[in-house]
């Protein structure tokens, strides 16, 4: 039963994410603006955002009317299956708005509060990132693995900043004190995008403190099925506070010195 599950809501997500990420590489207006911010002034919406969410909201409420949902534009509603939907309709939406082609479409399955199905649609690369718990992650039929731990002075990791100008301040410090520490640091702009390139092996850890759900869940789980470590502060999951994913003997060193910093504070 599990199983016929997991690829029900495997399907349904792959489906849902390419015909999002279609309608917004092909849709996107040549005149495209903000429609609305969030947090602060250069957190922002476009009308791209919320037709998004109202695509992926529909095409499941449509295969899947029992589950709950939450999505970054505000969709949430409960459900009565068992099962969540967590959806980013643009996750790196700066980027978008820009016409810069780092950003996706990132669409997590919850059972009973915990990822067991992740996708993430990179429309620009041409790539769709999958996983399913306890199955691997995947790129097309491609298995995905995590680069093997470096010396800490040799690691390429990518971080990511907020939108308010004290987090922003905190953040700054955090990567001025590790810059030197570590071979170097990209700044991408989609925390899901970072988080499939860890399973990728293109990069060797990422963190960021400041995350949502919806930033994370797909992504988490495709890099901890490419064999990745993930987590928050020590002994913690991921979680707004702090996210932190690196290859295994990489991620304790990383998160370890991220703690020692105090990235998971402003």
Known sequence: MTDTLYAELLAVALEAAERTGAMLKDGRPADLGVAATKTSPIDV????????????TGFL?????????????????????????????ID?????????????????????GEAVV?????????????????????????????????????????????????????QAEVV???????????????????????A???LDGY???????????AGVLIAREAGALTGGRPGEPASGELTVAAAPGLFEALQGRLEALGAWHD
């Open 92 to 112: 790196g939406t700066v980027n978008y708005l820009y016409g810069l082609p780092s950003w996706a479409v990132s669409i997590a399955a919850e059972l009973d």
């Open 45 to 56: 919406v476009t009308e791209m955002d919320i037709a998004a969410e109202k695509l992926i």
């Open 200 to 202: 990728c092996g293109r």
């Open 176 to 198: 001025r004190a590790l810059l030197p520490e570590v071979r170097d640091i990209r700044r991408g702009g989609s925390a899901a995008i970072d988080l499939c390139d860890v």
């Open 118 to 170: 992740g996708v993430v649609a990179a429309p620009m690369r041409g790539e769709t990132y999958r996983a399913v718990r306890g199955q691997g992650a995947y790129e097309g039929d491609r298995r995905l693995h995590c680069r093997p731990a470096p010396a800490f002075e040799q690691a390429l990791l990518a971080t990511g900043f907020g939108y308010v100008t004290s987090r922003r301040a905190a």
């Open 207 to 217: 963190y960021e403190r400041g995350l949502n759900p919806w930033d994370f869940a």
């Open 61 to 89: 409420a449509e295969r899947r009317p029992h589950d709950g949902l939450l999505g970054e534009e505000g969709a949430s509603s409960e459900g009565t299956s068992g099962v969540r939907w967590v959806i980013d309709p």
